[in-house]
Nanobody, 116 residues
Framework: QVQLVESGGGLVQPGGSLRLSCAASVSILSFNTMGWYRQAPGKQRELVATVPRGGSPNYADSVKGRFTISRDYAKKSVYLQMNSLKPEDTAVYYC??????????WGQGTQVTVSS
Protein backbone atom coordinates (compact mmCIF):
# COMPACT_ATOMS: atom_id res chain seq x y z
CA GLN A 1 0.00 0.00 0.00
CA VAL A 2 1.42 3.34 -1.04
CA GLN A 3 1.41 6.05 1.58
CA LEU A 4 2.15 9.71 0.96
CA VAL A 5 3.07 11.91 3.92
CA GLU A 6 3.02 15.65 3.52
CA SER A 7 4.70 18.30 5.62
CA GLY A 8 5.65 21.95 5.52
CA GLY A 9 2.35 23.78 5.69
CA GLY A 10 1.65 26.62 8.08
CA LEU A 11 0.83 30.27 8.52
CA VAL A 12 2.83 32.82 6.56
CA GLN A 13 2.49 36.50 5.81
CA PRO A 14 1.78 37.75 2.30
CA GLY A 15 5.00 37.80 0.30
CA GLY A 16 6.49 35.01 2.36
CA SER A 17 7.65 31.54 1.38
CA LEU A 18 6.92 27.95 2.32
CA ARG A 19 8.24 24.63 1.12
CA LEU A 20 5.94 21.63 1.06
CA SER A 21 7.27 18.09 1.06
CA CYS A 22 5.59 14.83 0.12
CA ALA A 23 7.38 11.61 0.98
CA ALA A 24 6.30 8.27 -0.49
CA SER A 25 6.56 4.91 1.24
CA VAL A 26 7.74 3.31 -2.03
CA SER A 27 10.12 4.16 -4.83
CA ILE A 28 8.77 6.96 -7.00
CA LEU A 29 10.54 5.77 -10.15
CA SER A 30 7.42 3.98 -11.39
CA PHE A 31 5.02 6.86 -11.02
CA ASN A 32 4.02 8.47 -14.29
CA THR A 33 3.05 11.82 -12.84
CA MET A 34 3.55 13.51 -9.49
CA GLY A 35 2.00 16.76 -8.47
CA TRP A 36 0.33 19.12 -6.09
CA TYR A 37 -3.31 20.16 -5.92
CA ARG A 38 -5.10 22.52 -3.57
CA GLN A 39 -8.60 23.08 -2.28
CA ALA A 40 -9.78 26.34 -0.78
CA PRO A 41 -12.94 26.56 1.36
CA GLY A 42 -16.04 26.37 -0.80
CA LYS A 43 -14.06 25.63 -3.95
CA GLN A 44 -13.19 22.57 -5.97
CA ARG A 45 -9.80 20.98 -5.81
CA GLU A 46 -7.51 22.43 -8.47
CA LEU A 47 -4.19 21.57 -10.01
CA VAL A 48 -1.22 23.59 -8.79
CA ALA A 49 1.75 21.88 -10.42
CA THR A 50 2.66 18.51 -11.87
CA VAL A 51 5.84 16.94 -13.11
CA PRO A 52 5.73 13.95 -15.46
CA ARG A 53 8.38 11.27 -15.42
CA GLY A 54 11.06 12.40 -17.82
CA GLY A 55 9.22 15.61 -18.64
CA SER A 56 8.96 19.26 -17.77
CA PRO A 57 6.82 20.68 -14.98
CA ASN A 58 3.38 22.10 -15.62
CA TYR A 59 1.96 24.94 -13.53
CA ALA A 60 -1.38 26.60 -13.05
CA ASP A 61 -1.34 30.12 -14.46
CA SER A 62 -2.02 31.53 -11.01
CA VAL A 63 1.27 30.21 -9.60
CA LYS A 64 3.63 30.45 -12.57
CA GLY A 65 6.80 32.29 -11.67
CA ARG A 66 6.14 31.91 -7.94
CA PHE A 67 5.97 28.15 -7.29
CA THR A 68 8.49 25.47 -8.23
CA ILE A 69 7.90 21.73 -8.16
CA SER A 70 10.85 19.37 -7.81
CA ARG A 71 11.53 15.73 -7.02
CA ASP A 72 14.24 13.70 -5.34
CA TYR A 73 14.22 10.06 -6.37
CA ALA A 74 16.70 9.05 -3.67
CA LYS A 75 14.48 10.55 -0.97
CA LYS A 76 11.28 9.31 -2.66
CA SER A 77 9.93 12.82 -2.35
CA VAL A 78 8.34 15.66 -4.26
CA TYR A 79 8.54 19.26 -3.14
CA LEU A 80 6.68 22.48 -3.79
CA GLN A 81 8.61 25.67 -3.18
CA MET A 82 6.14 28.53 -2.83
CA ASN A 83 7.41 32.10 -2.98
CA SER A 84 5.65 35.46 -3.02
CA LEU A 85 2.63 33.91 -1.38
CA LYS A 86 -0.71 35.67 -1.63
CA PRO A 87 -3.85 35.39 0.51
CA GLU A 88 -5.55 33.64 -2.40
CA ASP A 89 -3.01 30.83 -2.09
CA THR A 90 -4.67 29.86 1.19
CA ALA A 91 -5.89 26.27 0.87
CA VAL A 92 -5.29 22.69 1.85
CA TYR A 93 -2.54 21.34 -0.38
CA TYR A 94 -2.49 17.70 -1.46
CA CYS A 95 0.20 15.73 -3.23
CA UNK A 96 -0.86 13.23 -5.87
CA UNK A 97 1.15 10.40 -7.39
CA UNK A 98 -0.19 8.52 -10.38
CA UNK A 99 0.92 5.27 -12.04
CA UNK A 100 0.82 4.89 -15.85
CA UNK A 101 -2.28 2.67 -15.52
CA UNK A 102 -4.07 5.55 -13.80
CA UNK A 103 -4.02 4.22 -10.25
CA UNK A 104 -3.37 7.22 -8.05
CA UNK A 105 -2.67 8.10 -4.45
CA TRP A 106 -3.26 11.23 -2.40
CA GLY A 107 -1.57 12.68 0.63
CA GLN A 108 -3.54 13.62 3.72
CA GLY A 109 -3.35 17.32 2.98
CA THR A 110 -1.48 20.16 4.63
CA GLN A 111 -2.96 23.55 5.44
CA VAL A 112 -1.36 26.67 4.01
CA THR A 113 -2.67 29.97 5.33
CA VAL A 114 -1.44 33.29 3.96
CA SER A 115 -2.50 36.14 6.17
CA SER A 116 -1.15 39.20 7.91
Amino acid sequence: QVQLVESGGGLVQPGGSLRLSCAASVSILSFNTMGWYRQAPGKQRELVATVPRGGSPNYADSVKGRFTISRDYAKKSVYLQMNSLKPEDTAVYYCNFRYPWSQEYWGQGTQVTVSS
